[in-house]
């Protein structure tokens, strides 16, 4: 039997600490990573996204089609024809940055809202600017103000507010200002560009004020009406070579799936006509079947991430007109039928998925991932893309991640000495120095923006959300080839700093342990000041009950007993059985508590 290479002898015993116990066998192309543990077996149903998902586009070739029609569209409603000298840059995009409506900026964030980029226009501000706009370099999240940027799609709309702002903020025919206020920015002769004072929102040309929050809305604007009116979609259809890529594994995966007695489900947002020839580019051609037969149940018109709570009215697509027959449809979903709109509840009831038994793989960590998480408690699978370019940097950069490693502890090192009597500041300036030049290097290494993920040693608000939200995430979907059906994804122990940081070789000092909860302490050992007024001895004679007298009161328990034997999982997916049998449930009940006086169990919910 094939284990595709993957067996590992692990040693069950308590490791060294700190030591490498496992050995990674896979290619790191071909990995799936793990942030919750999922076991392969108890999946009943696969439902997948389509654009990024299904249908990779070619980057970043189709960015800048995108790009050219929104920079098209702007000069059509009356900017500047010069922006059409702009050309699509990938080197200066990264997902995830929030854009600042009310100033103009964009920022990479954490998950906490500090500010570890901030970029206006082409321009990125030092850290003494940042903190003149943004008190402590931070910003609360404020849908009214930010826009988040998070998707694929929404790169040649970034770029596009860089290259807008910075024409704006540099032209010689508009100085910035506030709308409310008369001051102009001035002019820093060292870089040739104009500061970015704090309170200016927006920029004015003779008696025209544009706030900065109008130009984006009017870029907006511009980026539905491109996707709306499909032009993008009718060049990707005469184009699907160029821009899409087919890969022949696709419906290998999907034919393993439904082998191995799981149910694939499309839902998506894009309308049947667009789906209808993607999926066929994309499926026919390996096999003498259409691309529909591989699914059993398929949405379009999803309007995610809306399906996920109210959704909208069910209907049934006639696939030989692409039009939407009349009426609600309120009957099963039938396989081999096309559906329109619908919502989370009303797919869930109809095909009987109970929530984790479903997965869901997308590219939109909010349309597609966290709402089907959060609202439906559906498991997760993200698809990162640039994914692969990330773990290129983390290798052939390594040297650059060790280094910022050994700057902090060479900090560290230097505090360690002190304690609160010391009156003198050390001098770290030097190393401070080296660990932004570092971290400025790695930035660089990635793009203009740095990692999708992290800034130095940060994790962007990107990473914190496909942490919390992604049970699975990896550049394709189709990694999951490299592994069997019956898979258990287990999720990494994450130690919290006082456990990762602290050196279980050395001792710990125990005078200072002001709380009390393990069983060899009661209240009768323990005086008001916290000190320990009896021996270990003592106190555990002081919490022995007498169980036939407890029996004659009127409390039945006194206290809890301690489980003898395992009574849950902290994680679902790390056993096989959810619950056990009746008979070694009676009697696990038996050792772990009590019996009524009819012999019936007492079970605590």
Known sequence: MSTDGLSEKLDVNTPARGERTRAFKRDPAHRVFVNRSLHMSKIGFFGFDLDYTLAIYKSPEYEAVAFNFIKERLVAIGYPAEILEFEYDPSFVTRGLWFDKQYGNLLKVDSYGNILVCVHGFRFLKSHEVREVYPNK????????????????????????????????????????????????????????????????????????????????????????????????????????????????????????????????????????????????????????????????????????????????????????????????????????????????????????????????????????????????????????????????????????????????????????????????????????????????????????????????????????????????????LNLLHYPFFYLFKAPTMEMPHESTVDPELPIDTSMNLSYRGRSTSLKSVSFDGSRENGLEEVARDIVIDDASCSKGHVPHLRADTPRRITHHHDVDDSDDESSSPESSSSDLKANGHEDENGADQVQA
């Open 138 to 477: 931070f910003i609360v999240f404020d849908d009214k103000r930010i826009y988040v940027l998070n998707t694929l799609f929404h790169l040649p709309e970034l770029y596009m507010l860089a290259c807008i702002i910075d024409y704006f903020t540099n032209s010689p025919m508009y100085e910035r200002c506030s709308q409310h206020s008369d001051s102009v920015a001035s002019v820093d002769s060292a870089e040739n560009t104009k500061t970015v004072p704090r309170n200016d929102s927006g920029v004015m040309c003779g008696e025209i004020f544009m706030p900065f929050e109008s130009i984006f809305q009017d870029v907006r604007n511009a980026v539905d009406k491109v996707h709306d009116s499909g032009l993008l979609k009718q060049l990707t259809l005469d184009n699907l070579r160029k821009y899409v890529h087919k890969d022949e594994r696709l419906p290998v995966l999907f034919n393993r799936m439904r082998a191995h007695g799981s149910k694939l489900f499309l839902l998506t947002n894009s309308d049947f006509s667009y789906t209808d020839k993607i999926m066929t580019y994309l499926l026919n051609g390996f096999e003498n079947r259409s691309w529909q037969s591989y699914f059993d149940y398929v949405v379009v018109d999803a309007k995610k991430p809306g399906f996920f709570e109210g959704g909208t009215t069910l209907r049934e697509v006639d696939t030989e007109s692409g039009t939407l027959k009349l009426g609600v449809h309120m009957g099963p979903m039938k396989a081999g039928r096309v559906y329109a709109g619908g919502s989370v509840n009303t797919l869930s009831q109809m095909l009987g998925i109970s929530g984790k038994e479903a997965i869901y793989f997308g590219d939109h960590i909010f349309g597609d991932i966290l709402k089907s998480k959060k609202i439906r408690g559906w498991r997760t699978f993200l698809v990162v893309p640039e994914l692969g370019q990330e773990l290129n940097v983390w290798h052939d950069k390594r040297h650059l991640f060790a280094r910022l490693g050994e700057l902090d502890s060479k900090v560290s090192e230097i505090f360690r000495q002190y304690d609160s009597t010391a009156t003198t500041k050390p001098d770290i300036g030097v190393i401070q120095e080296s660990i932004r030049e570092v971290v400025h290097e790695m930035d660089m290494s990635y793009g203009m923006l740095g990692s999708i993920f992290r800034s130095g040693s940060r994790q962007t608000h990107f990473a914190g959300q496909m942490i919390r939200y992604a049970d699975l995430y990896s550049s394709t979907f």
